[in-house]
């Protein structure tokens, strides 16, 4: 029987400095996936894919902040 292998999961800071790489190409994608052992196929759909959506980076949304106090807001105002 075969075993299966588990994906592995890249943080995203790994992508973000593998994206700017291969776009700025400062390196080529050999050189990019020899530094950081990744897959020339995976490193181009990263590249593709911050190519086609750039807004993507900036559209997540943050969680409103919680209230400190509100009884020293209140009596403030």
Known sequence: MSESKERKV???ELKAIVDLEAVRGVKTIS???QSYGLHPV???QWK???IASPSALFETKRDPKPAKNNKAEEERL
């Open 10 to 12: 890249h943080k995203p």
């Open 31 to 33: 050189e990019i996936m």
């Open 42 to 44: 995976l490193v181009e």
């Open 48 to 50: 593709k894919e911050i």
